[in-house]
């Protein structure tokens, strides 16, 4: 058997250490139930238990059995249903070339349960956007509203403002009501496709806490589906709020739908992609026919955005001719090759209209793709790519005018002084639809260290305004992420969209910090490393030092060592203040001293 | 024997792969020879070979012989001494106590040879910045100013301008008057004690390429004078501009004799944990003629900057009584205890002219330290903070009028949108001495990962202004860094640093980015991994998922795999707009393209 065939599935499961798992029910309906993680800490500590987000489903509630053969609970599927306005059909054949024409040895299993497609009655919306601006809040608004609520409900008493966040409006606290005006309004999207019911439904945008994405997918030079599958469970259980699925090669279709049926978190794909395997990898093939016929095929199976490159218009194509590094975009690279092989307008840009009036009648996504993203800071912000920024905005204008939610994707590499830029344009040409970014990368010269480079770079677009951030993993440009380049990949994101959320001033984000640096003061060491993105490393990092249990009570670390710690004599200091302050009052006798020392010392000339 | 006194020496040395080492010579003086190293790009590039800083001193030459019982040629003394205002004298005696009082058994062995050192003639100011107000052009000035060129002079052809520097004056070119000038004027140092002849001379201010520094050093926990040697040959090696040797516990004398004698940059300590040691580890004990008696040995043995925290006086230490992780510098909170336990002003900031009238007969630089930083998110930018900096503008100007120069330290954890007031109050009230910052980190919820939320802080606050960015490794908060970790720690702080100088708009920084992006597109693997800050880990990454030679020829990569290459779609574009070009002239066709574009597709109601 070919490896990637294999589907001797493992996945991780189970509480992470030092969590628990806790759902949070909507008042009114008890099958709106929000997952959550709860972080118990040392008595001593005398505080709340700390609650975190929680992207990575029922794999991690120790009371779920999970069976990849069956998939997940299908969460969301009553909510669909029980609106009315949908119909189950009989759905699009597969087909071989789905699969690449993977002949019987090479092909793939498909993943054993059937499932009928759903789609809007008589071609109607049934997107999150078509809900919004007729004035109904969903299950969906009502879930991510408890999900984005949850540090701010417990920093109620202490909620913190500080902050800037250029524009954006984060509200104290996030009803319902606000999920669906942002909705209603594009700046917002819960990337739903009425085929993924498994999903937990979650918001993106401007005014909502900074998502990440993390990528995965079979190449055809490596991989399998249980790796892929695997991958996606490790990201999630990191934090990745949505994975995209970009495989490549043979069995693309069978790969995705073992996928979808086990993720917890939306999945994005760029059918382009697999539109051109179908036609064996020859861009000039590719026809609107095939490429349509690739998203319904999508749209069935449930994917929740698609990737698709309807900016590059040939006319912007000559614009990449005198760059570094050309058009690196694989999407945008196939459509600017098609473009100028027939000479003629690109045909997604042709059909925009029938690609939304498609994806309405499931709620897939837009994330309208940067094909001239720049690949290299000399490429940065040039003619080519803010050409197709201003496009994908007047796209975005006709996907509203159907219903259909957008994100907007951006670069890519660029240079620290040139990333707002990047976010002021996007605002101003896409009228405030979330902006998601690849990064940036903030210098081309750190191959392997590129999650870093880029880390910089999506902090900052994140504090701008960007909605989510597209992982980048140590292999970029070198080679395919293993499991250990995804956490590196996820956590890395994770950090830099939690700095992003502290920077714009979210109400509760600097709670989890607090709370953390309490615990690093009172060396509350197992309290460190469970409040911490990577519980597993801070310990293992902290073990290499100090291996003995008994060091993690120790009222000291390996930097200092036992007579020689700052936390300590701070300590000290505190007490010291707080027994004088009882005394005589420390104010005072501080005033004195400053007196005092300006008596004692007197340099001469010293203002010189 | 114990572990600590293991001198059983191993330390990395030879060309990195990829590179030649060379040298450039001043047109007047052959003895000074600036090292620098150069990488060979591909036939097929025909482009110059690519020149890039190297601090790796005679480590990575192969025609030297290394011999770290001997230590390292004394490249500057014969322009110290020709200087002819310096005199040789019996300097103090090693004192038990220097070595923490380790008897025989635990007495790590004494550096073998003897060295008398230098000081100023009858107290004589011999700083690089005594020398600078006086017009002297110094052969270390020369050194700098050719080693800052590198760049420049090989993109003399196109300089690029691009950029935005926040008041930095960056000239075209580097000439030694103007590394002179920005001396004199407290903007730049060059950390280069007398008595460590050792170094290569180097700048540190806003107006040259931003620096890093790494912290090693022996803890009374863990780690051997071999090992420590070792990461400072290792550190040096992959970038670091400076190293902190930051020891304490038993043999801290005899370990920085070995350190010195070796290095090839500057190395600074803080005084005051030697000063400690000496008192047993009681604060309360320190007085300052425990103190003095330190800094003489270490200006003798040739530390070239102190840190020394006269900042931190009595009044400020109850500004900290509140904060969430109260005083996290060591020399800040020792001070602190002094402070309070005695009542009395502190003795640094008391002897402050003392200190200054000792230090500039060796040319010590001060690094004022932040001793009052903030450790949490929480205590980013407080009163206590922000008092000490302005006693650290003040005592600048004391520093300055003896001739002694100076740079500042700063925080430490600071979220990012309060990281730009950092460097504005730095400048303001500090006149222009460079700033020197660690990270900072802009967030606390990552530990093990800290290297990477400080980088964040650091690339900003090296864009802003920021001339020195002092490594955070992955073992931050966790334990003590080893190789691996110190070469993670300067690799991810010299990418900060080359985005920072990007987004600064220094004229030469992105020579090395569009050399290696131009390899990358033309599929040049090996001239990518060469000209990357960590040619290894490179290569490493890319064999993980294509290992056989024949790959790293190939036009394609393990992400597309060989039929699906954007890159190489790309260049097809390229060569089909060039050939159209010739044709009939691309400009035009693709001007009637997007007018026939505009007739296809014409959206209904597209601006609603």
Same mark, same amino acid.
């Given at each position: 058997?070919?490896?990637?065939?294999?589907?001797?599935?493992?996945?991780?499961?189970?509480?992470?250490?030092?969590?628990?798992?806790?759902?949070?029910?909507?008042?009114?309906?008890?099958?709106?139930?929000?997952?959550?993680?709860?972080?118990?800490?040392?008595?001593?500590?005398?505080?709340?238990?700390?609650?975190?987000?929680?992207?990575?489903?029922?794999?991690?509630?120790?009371?779920?059995?999970?069976?990849?053969?069956?998939?997940?609970?299908?969460?969301?599927?009553?909510?669909?249903? $029980?609106?009315?306005? #949908?119909?189950? /059909?009989? %759905?699009?054949?597969?087909?071989?070339?789905?699969?690449? +024409?993977?002949?019987?040895?090479?092909?793939?299993?498909?993943?054993?349960?059937?499932?009928?497609?759903?789609?809007?009655?008589? %071609?109607?919306?049934?997107?999150?956007?078509?809900?919004?601006?007729?004035?109904?809040?969903?299950?969906?608004?009502?879930?991510?509203?408890?999900?984005?609520?949850?540090?701010?409900?417990?920093?109620?008493?202490?909620?913190?403002?500080?902050?800037?966040?250029?524009?954006?409006?984060?509200?104290?606290?996030?009803?319902?009501?606000?999920?669906?005006?942002?909705?209603?309004?594009?700046?917002?999207?819960?990337?739903?496709?009425?085929?993924?019911?498994?999903?937990?439904?979650?918001?993106?945008?401007?005014?909502?806490?900074?998502?990440?994405?993390? +990528?995965? %997918?079979? =190449?055809?030079?490596? =991989?399998?589906?249980?790796?892929? #599958?695997?991958?996606?469970?490790?990201?999630?259980?990191? %934090?990745?709020? +949505?994975?995209?699925?970009?495989?490549?090669?043979?069995?693309?279709? +069978?790969?995705?739908?073992?996928?979808?049926?086990?993720?917890?978190?939306?999945?994005?794909?760029?059918?382009?992609?697999?539109?051109?395997?179908?036609?064996?990898?020859?861009?000039?093939?590719?026809?609107?026919?095939?490429?349509? $016929?690739?998203?319904?095929?999508?749209?069935?199976?449930?994917?929740? /955005?698609?990737?698709?490159?309807?900016?590059?218009?040939?006319?912007?194509?000559?614009?990449?001719?005198?760059?570094?590094?050309?058009?690196?975009?694989?999407?945008?690279?196939?459509?600017?090759?098609?473009?100028?092989?027939?000479?003629?307008?690109?045909?997604?840009?042709?059909?925009?209209?029938?690609?939304?009036?498609?994806?309405?009648?499931?709620?897939? =996504?837009?994330?309208?793709? $940067?094909?001239?993203?720049?690949?290299?800071?000399? $490429?940065?912000?040039?003619?080519?790519?803010?050409?197709?920024?201003?496009?994908?905005?007047?796209?975005?204008?006709?996907?509203?005018?159907?219903?259909?939610?957008?994100?907007?994707?951006?670069?890519?590499? #660029?240079?620290?002084?040139?990333?707002?830029?990047?976010?002021?344009?996007?605002?101003?040409?896409?009228?405030?639809?979330?902006?998601?970014?690849?990064?940036?990368?903030?210098?081309?010269?750190?191959?392997?260290?590129?999650?870093?480079?880029?880390?910089?770079?999506?902090?900052?677009?994140?504090?701008?305004?960007?909605?989510?951030?597209? /992982?980048?993993?140590?292999?970029?440009?070198?080679?395919?992420?293993?499991?250990?380049?995804?956490?590196?990949?996820?956590?890395?994101?994770?950090?830099?969209?939690?700095?992003?959320?502290?920077?714009?001033?979210?109400?509760?984000?600097?709670?989890?910090?607090?709370?953390?640096?309490?615990?690093?003061?009172?060396?509350?060491?197992?309290?460190?490393?469970?409040?911490?993105?990577?519980?597993?490393?801070?310990?293992?990092?902290?073990?290499?030092?100090?291996?003995?249990?008994?060091?993690?009570?120790?009222?000291?670390?390996?930097?200092?060592?036992?007579?020689?710690?700052?936390?300590?004599?701070?300590?000290?200091?505190?007490?010291?203040?707080?027994?004088?302050?009882?005394?005589?009052?420390?104010?005072?006798?501080?005033?004195?001293?400053?007196?005092?020392?300006?008596?004692?010392?007197?340099?001469?000339?010293?203002?010189?």
């Amino acid at each position: 058997m070919p490896d990637d065939l294999n589907t001797d599935f493992s996945v991780t499961t189970g509480e992470l250490k030092g969590s628990r798992k806790i759902y949070i029910s909507s008042d009114t309906d008890p099958t709106v139930r929000v997952p959550m993680r709860e972080i118990d800490l040392h008595p001593t500590a005398n505080e709340q238990p700390v609650r975190v987000y929680d992207t990575s489903g029922p794999y991690s509630d120790p009371n779920q059995e999970i069976d990849i053969y069956k998939g997940l609970p299908r969460l969301q599927e009553k909510w669909i249903r $029980d609106r009315g306005d #949908v119909e189950e /059909y009989v %759905g699009r054949d597969i087909k071989p070339e789905d699969n690449g +024409n993977a002949g019987e040895k090479y092909l793939a299993p498909e993943f054993p349960v059937k499932i009928k497609p759903l789609r809007g009655k008589n %071609g109607a919306a049934v997107t999150q956007m078509a809900y919004a601006k007729r004035g109904i809040v969903t299950k969906e608004m009502e879930f991510v509203a408890i999900r984005e609520n949850l540090g701010r409900a417990q920093c109620k008493h202490a909620l913190k403002r500080d902050g800037e966040p250029y524009g954006a409006a984060i509200p104290d606290f996030i009803t319902p009501e606000f999920v669906r005006d942002e909705i209603a309004a594009g700046r917002a999207i819960i990337p739903s496709n009425i085929n993924h019911p498994e999903a937990e439904p979650q918001i993106i945008g401007r005014n909502f806490l900074v998502k990440i994405n993390a +990528n995965i %997918g079979n =190449s055809a030079v490596t =991989s399998s589906i249980a790796e892929e #599958v695997d991958k996606m469970v490790w990201a999630t259980r990191w %934090g990745a709020d +949505n994975v995209m699925d970009l495989s490549t090669g043979r069995n693309i279709h +069978n790969t995705r739908e073992w996928i979808l049926r086990n993720s917890p978190v939306p999945i994005g794909t760029v059918p382009i992609y697999q539109a051109l395997e179908k036609v064996d990898g020859v861009a000039e093939d590719l026809t609107w026919e095939i490429f349509r $016929d690739t998203l319904v095929e999508q749209c069935e199976q449930g994917v929740d /955005y698609f990737t698709i490159h309807a900016g590059v218009r040939l006319a912007y194509v000559p614009m990449t001719a005198s760059r570094v590094t050309g058009i690196v975009s694989r999407g945008g690279s196939i459509m600017a090759k098609w473009c100028l092989a027939h000479h003629k307008e690109s045909f997604l840009y042709e059909h925009f209209e029938e690609i939304c009036e498609l994806m309405k009648q499931y709620d897939v =996504s837009f994330s309208l793709g $940067d094909g001239l993203r720049p690949g290299s800071i000399a $490429d940065a912000n040039d003619e080519a790519q803010f050409a197709e920024l201003r496009t994908l905005g007047e796209l975005t204008k006709i996907a509203w005018k159907h219903d259909v939610q957008v994100m907007i994707e951006g670069p890519g590499h #660029v240079p620290m002084h040139k990333i707002k830029e990047n976010m002021d344009e996007q605002l101003k040409h896409c009228h405030e639809a979330p902006f998601y970014t690849l990064g940036p990368l903030t210098t081309d010269i750190a191959p392997g260290y590129d999650h870093i480079t880029s880390a910089i770079g999506a902090a900052m677009i994140g504090w701008y305004g960007t909605a989510m951030l597209c /992982y980048v993993t140590p292999k970029e440009h070198l080679g395919l992420p293993d499991r250990d380049d995804v956490k590196t990949g996820v956590i890395t994101y994770k950090l830099a969209a939690h700095a992003a959320d502290l920077a714009k001033g979210h109400p509760a984000a600097q709670a989890r910090d607090d709370a953390l640096s309490r615990a690093r003061f009172e060396f509350r060491w197992e309290d460190q490393f469970n409040l911490s993105l990577d519980p597993e490393t801070a310990r293992d990092f902290h073990d290499q030092t100090l291996p003995k249990e008994a060091h993690k009570v120790a009222h000291f670390c390996s930097m200092c060592g036992p007579k020689f710690c700052s936390m300590k004599i701070s300590q000290e200091v505190r007490d010291f203040a707080a027994a004088k302050e009882a005394e005589e009052g420390m104010e005072e006798m501080s005033k004195k001293f400053k007196e005092q020392g300006s008596e004692i010392y007197q340099p001469k000339d010293a203002a010189e």
